[in-house]
């Protein structure tokens, strides 16, 4: 069954623009994590929050994590052309298995 | 570079071929898995392997075959595929199956005629 769920599913702004993606998941989780995945090519970890944690940062990017609300969202600061890509949200409710939403395309215009 | 190499990077195979996806991780991990990618829809997990154990069947037809000789090793093996199983098979690979991050790699693109 999909747990995750991104909203909005296509996103398009301006270079220099914020970039926020969010994602809504049905059961517990132990960690969920956000992935970047350019036009048919592999998935590339971007950052991953636990379930006690309620935000994190890596460089431009900022995630938070709202367990009573099973959301969370993924922030890109000072968009650049080259963030352009799908962006994905997977939960971990354990046993090894990472299920992951249908993504937002994010189009990043120079 | 992701650490995780699949080959081939694109296939084209009849509906009454045999053909093999393959997957190599050069990072140590124990946990590897097979995601299939179709067009506007979510990754679905198909297999879950553990040190060469397979713990995990999403309820994947039986013409998809998965072999995991060692734990840097994972192929999946395709028989009498359907226009349908065209899609990106993506691999992917981390530390253990309870775990932190995945590592993918680039994918085969695979076309069923």
């Known amino acids: 069954s999909q747990q995750g769920e991104e909203d909005p599913q296509a996103l398009s702004i301006q270079e220099g623009e914020n970039a926020t993606m969010n994602c809504s998941y049905k059961?517990?989780?132990?960690?969920l994590q956000w992935y970047r995945q350019n036009s048919g090519r592999g998935l590339v970890h971007l950052i991953l929050?636990?379930?006690?944690?309620r935000e994190k940062h890596s460089g431009r990017l900022r995630v938070t994590l709202d367990t009573s609300k099973k959301s969370s969202s993924l922030l890109i600061t000072a968009s650049r052309a080259a963030d352009t890509a799908s962006y994905f949200c997977?939960?971990?409710?354990?046993?090894?298995?990472?299920?992951f939403g249908q993504g937002t395309e994010l189009s990043v215009k120079p | 570079e992701t650490g995780v190499t699949q080959t081939p990077r694109h296939l084209v195979m009849g509906m009454t071929n045999k053909k093999s996806l393959k997957c190599e991780q050069h990072?140590?991990?124990?946990?590897m898995y097979w995601y299939k990618q179709s067009a506007k829809k979510p990754l679905e997990l198909m297999f879950v392997?553990?040190?060469?154990?397979?713990?995990e069947n999403n309820s994947v037809p039986s013409r998809f075959s998965p072999e995991c000789p060692n734990s840097s090793h994972l192929f999946l093996h395709l028989h009498t595929l359907q226009p349908e199983d065209s899609a990106l098979y993506l691999c992917?690979?981390?530390?253990?199956?309870?775990?932190?991050?995945?590592?993918f790699g680039q994918g085969t693109r695979l076309t069923v005629v």
């Open positions: 992917a690979s981390s530390q253990d199956r309870g775990f932190a991050e995945a590592f």
């Open positions: 059961t517990s989780i132990n960690n």
């Open positions: 929050i636990r379930s006690n944690e």
């Open positions: 997977a939960t971990d409710a354990g046993g090894g298995k990472l299920i």
């Open positions: 990072l140590g991990h124990n946990a």
């Open positions: 392997y553990s040190l060469e154990e397979r713990v």
